[in-house]
């Protein structure tokens, strides 16, 4: 019974072998089918292939290529160009010619250089001309010249004339005195508009000063400015005449506590503050004159008013005013 089950699971062994080895064959015999129709498939391609199109007519469309063709860059199209240029050159010459006729066409009309023919009126009765103005020498803003007018409350070496349109020039002028190279000595300024010369009252409006109500009465009309030099420096001052020397003397007293903000324009021009300042007035004597005085800085600059001969004395210096005590004491 073994053997018989040993040869029944052989056979089925060789069966399978059998089997297997067939299938085989199937699929090689399969492929090799295959293989064939695909070769047949590519001769009959490759035979369609070989047979000639029918020839068509190509078409060249490129019309855009033509507009973008070197063509345009031959040697026509750069003589094109050099001619626009050369017609913008002309007519930009014509336009600046044009307009140096016109300019020369008004110029000569204003001046009149050239004279037009006389038409027949002008040839019968030829209009005289015009009688020509003498040169008149303008007048300098800053002359020596002798004295013509008010009369001086000092006694100057020389003076010196200044003419303003406005009294907001007034400042101005004042300011540029100070820097003038004068000899030394006292130098009257002539300060005038037209034929009036500056009065107190001109002279606190032009520097806006604010001054006591009760002040204004009693000063003059009658002013002298002047210019003090002292080793190669210029002191402004002013002589004003006063009515009342006492009442005068006792009003200015009064300003003091005021008087440096409200003059403060004045002195500006006349120099800086420094060290030294002190708020307060002192007071000082010379030749038995009392002088009262501000100390702006050491460098002999502060408020200095004194009265004297009828006359406040108001300057910017302690040196200037004692030359200027001198002065009057020997009028």
């Known amino acids: 019974m073994e053997q018989t089950g040993e040869k029944l699971e052989f056979l089925k062994r060789e069966e399978i072998r059998t089997m297997s080895k067939d299938m085989a064959r199937s699929r090689e015999k399969d492929a090799k089918q295959e293989r064939e129709r695909i070769l047949k498939l590519q001769e009959e391609k490759k035979l369609k292939l070989q047979v000639p199109a029918p020839v068509t007519p190509k078409v060249d469309e490129r019309p855009e290529k033509i507009a973008l063709s070197p063509s345009l860059h031959s040697p026509s199209s750069k003589i094109e160009k050099i001619f626009i240029r050369v017609v913008i050159v002309v007519i930009i010459l014509f336009l600046l010619g044009n307009i140096a006729a016109l300019s020369y066409y008004i110029f000569w009309k204003k001046t009149g250089q050239k004279i037009p023919p006389p038409t027949k009126q002008q040839e019968v009765s030829a209009p005289e001309p015009e009688p020509t103005p003498e040169p008149q020498p303008s007048p300098s803003p800053a002359s020596l010249t002798p004295f013509r007018g008010q009369a001086s409350l000092i006694q100057e070496n020389t003076s010196i004339s200044l003419e303003y349109d406005e009294i907001s020039q007034i400042p101005g002028i004042l300011s540029q005195s100070l820097q003038q190279v004068l000899n030394p000595g006292f ?8 034929e009036e010369y500056i009065s107190p009252s001109i002279l606190f409006e032009a520097f806006s000063v604010l001054t006591p109500q009760e002040l204004a009465p009693t000063l003059g009309s009658n002013m002298t400015p002047f210019l003090f030099s002292s080793n190669g420096k210029n002191h402004l001052g002013f002589v004003i005449e006063a009515s009342d020397q006492k009442q005068t003397s006792t009003l200015m007293r009064s300003w003091e506590p005021t008087f440096e903000r409200d003059t403060e324009p004045l002195f500006a021009i006349m120099g800086k503050k420094g060290a030294g300042y002190t708020s307060l007035f002192r ?8 002088i009262r005085f501000q100390t702006f800085s050491r460098q002999d600059f502060g408020i200095v008013y004194a009265l004297f001969h009828n006359r406040l004395l108001l300057t910017g210096s302690l040196e200037s005013m004692e030359a200027l005590i001198t002065n009057i004491s020997t009028q």
Do not use: D, N, S
């Open 187 to 194: 130098t009257r300024i002539l300060l005038r508009r037209h």
């Open 283 to 290: 007071q000082r004597a010379y030749t038995e004159i009392p």
